[in-house]
């Protein structure tokens, strides 16, 4: 469940040099081209934090080496693959982890909870589409009002105001996230201002205190950073004990708690379920605020599927025009640019060994934009899903169909009523002379607010 988290590219090296260290892995780079550590004890390290991020960094190594590539973390080897074809040669036949998930989660106090490999992974997410599945059904009308109400406050804008997306979205997400998953507490604006308090303290220091040490150096952001940790555990733990003894499983945490899950367990899934939702409802409706042709597409599905009726959890599959539009927003802003997995066995990607117990990263921002891959890649294009190569690629890189995570489909749910309701009664318009740029680490984010004008529709 990596797609949740808006981190710094600190937190990445971090998580990055903990797992080669736990899992360490042949000094050989087996002859992948490459860089050479710019230092013997850092490997790469300053080249990464020269780019800004990781993923500029592996978009330049890629540039430099071709689709395999390798850089040095300290003292060990990283492989990397830029490119759909050496993705494809490493997925299928490979035994890998998830290594990202599982080191983030054992920082969090997780511990799995059958040991097996495999076959957890796959009974999780059975478990994930159950609890997803159910929330969505038991609180759609819930989550339609709440995107109604944000709706109506647009409408009451002078055309001309600016409305900051960043600002309004999060905190439409930030309500229908905690309502569907922790349950009809959180209907109280109160608890969700909290969370999210909590949440944004946490998230911010986990995102530039730790490489640099900054947050140990200062008190007061390590007392800040600790009681907001104190006290989103404590809202979760109060919520989980509350809902175990309910009959009524109306929220993704119903569900995890009927389940094998440890009470801890359950609380670290929940707190990183969601998340993704914030970024995809920012990105499409700023992409479709830069395309009228998009908006006008889109208005006409909705009066051809729907008529007057408003949007409905068994009609969203046949919006197929907003299939296209999400999964053109996820691919043209990168999303999640990079994942990781941690190569159990000895594989091969061409003609490269990949020795066992290698770190392997899948640049999935330098794919998505790959031109051997997609015509115009850094044009927001929703009808090249209509070409069956790309939608295969899609699914390939794990955003769209069997090897869609559940969160995913839970994201895509929410930014489709979102977006339906948006464009049944409003017209959305650019800033003139707004440059929106995006800040990549393990979930793309506009690095400012983006800002957009309303109109009604005659």
């Known amino acids: ?41 850092d490997g790469n390290l300053q080249d990464i934090v020269n780019r800004g991020s990781l993923h500029e960094f592996l978009a330049s ?24 074809d050496q993705l494809r040669q490493h997925i299928n036949p490979n035994r890998t982890t998830d290594s990202f998930e599982t080191m983030l989660k054992s920082l969090l106090g997780y511990q799995s909870g059958t040991g097996g490999g495999a076959t957890e992974a796959v009974m999780r997410k059975k478990l994930y589409e159950s609890a997803v599945n159910n929330t ?50 959180f209907r109280n604006d109160a608890e969700v201002i909290g969370f999210r308090k909590n949440h944004e303290a946490i998230w911010s220091e986990i995102g530039k205190g730790y490489l640099d040490g900054s947050m140990e150096k200062s008190s007061i952001r390590k007392e800040h950073y600790e009681s907001a940790l104190a006290e989103m555990e404590t809202v979760l733990m109060s ?22 899950l440890t009470e801890r367990q359950v609380i670290v899934d929940v707190s990183l379920c969601g998340c993704n939702i914030f970024q ?64 159990e066995n000895e594989g091969k990607v061409d003609q490269h060994i990949i020795p066992k117990e290698t770190l392997v990263i899948y640049a999935l921002g330098v794919v998505l934009q790959d031109a051997d891959t997609w015509s115009r890649p850094y044009k927001f294009d929703p009808d090249r899903f209509t070409e ?14 069997n090897q869609a995570c559940p969160e995913l489909r839970f994201a895509y749910t929410v930014a489709t009523v979102v977006l339906s309701t948006v464009v049944r009664q409003l017209k959305l318009h650019q800033v003139k002379g707004q440059v929106v740029e995006a800040r990549s680490e393990l979930v793309s984010t506009p690095k400012d607010d983006t800002w957009i004008t309303v109109s009604r529709r005659s």
Not at 143 to 168: I, M, N, R, Y
Not at 239 to 260: E, I
Not at 298 to 325: M, T, W
Request: glycine fraction near 6%.
């Open 280 to 343: 995809v409802c920012i990105w499409a409706v700023h992409f479709l605020s830069t395309s009228e042709e998009v908006q006008e597409k889109l208005h006409q599905e909705l009066e051809d599927v729907l008529g007057s009726e408003p949007v409905s959890l068994d009609k969203i599959p046949q919006l197929r025009y907003f299939q296209q539009v999400l999964n053109e927003t996820v691919r043209t802003a990168k999303l999640t640019p990079i994942a990781a997995r941690l190569q």
């Open 388 to 401: 069956d190569s790309a939608r295969k690629s899609f699914s390939l890189l794990g955003f769209s169909g």
């Open 136 to 185: 969505l059904e038991k609180n759609f009308p819930m989550l339609l009002k709440l995107v109604e109400e944000l709706v109506g406050k647009w409408q009451s804008f002078p055309k001309d105001q600016h409305t900051p997306l960043c600002a309004h979205l999060l905190g439409l997400a930030m309500k229908a996230v905690t309502q569907l998953a922790l349950g009809d507490r």
């Open 61 to 84: 190594l890629h540039g430099q080496f071709g689709p395999v590539a390798s850089f040095w973390f300290g003292g060990r080897p990283v492989v990397s693959l830029g490119s759909v």
């Open 239 to 260: 919520v989980a004990k509350d809902r175990k003894g309910q009959r009524s499983q109306t929220a993704f945490v119903d569900t995890l708690l009927q389940s094998n």
């Open 1 to 41: 469940m990596l797609d949740f988290a808006i981190f710094a590219v600190t937190f990445v090296i971090i998580l990055v040099g903990a797992v080669l260290y736990l899992y360490p892995s042949s000094r050989s780079a087996s002859g992948i081209p490459g860089l050479n550590p710019t230092e013997e004890k």
